[in-house]
């Protein structure tokens, strides 16, 4: 599940604790693998997550993301109704980032 290109976030994380930043990524790495739950269903979640909690580029990454684990754009676009119908008139407006691709 690794990524080409990691958030500045983690970036600015493995500047300052390398360790605590490795570690992170081993975590959510075998987390966000395929399991009982399908990978590209848990990227999804957390698509859905950062727009309840309003990122809407993470909400953009994470879609491109899961597109890239095989996701498709009905998964996408249901995800994004998901978290309309938890998360109401705001997160519709960070959920609909999901449809951009860049």
Wanted: proline letters at 7%; charged letters at 20%; glycine letters at 4%.
């Amino acid at each position: 599940m690794a990524q080409p290109t990691l958030p500045p976030w983690i970036q600015s994380l493995q500047q300052r604790d390398p360790e605590f930043a490795k570690s992170y990524l081993a975590q959510r790495e075998r987390i966000l693998a395929d399991g009982a739950i399908p990978a590209k269903y848990k990227i999804l979640m957390t698509m859905i997550v950062d727009a309840l909690l309003a990122h809407p580029d993470g909400v953009t990454t994470i879609a491109n993301r899961a597109r890239a684990a095989g996701a498709s754009e009905a998964e996408i676009n249901e995800a994004v109704e998901v978290a309309y119908l938890f998360g109401g008139t705001p997160a519709l407006v960070t959920a609909v980032n999901a449809f951009r691709t860049s």
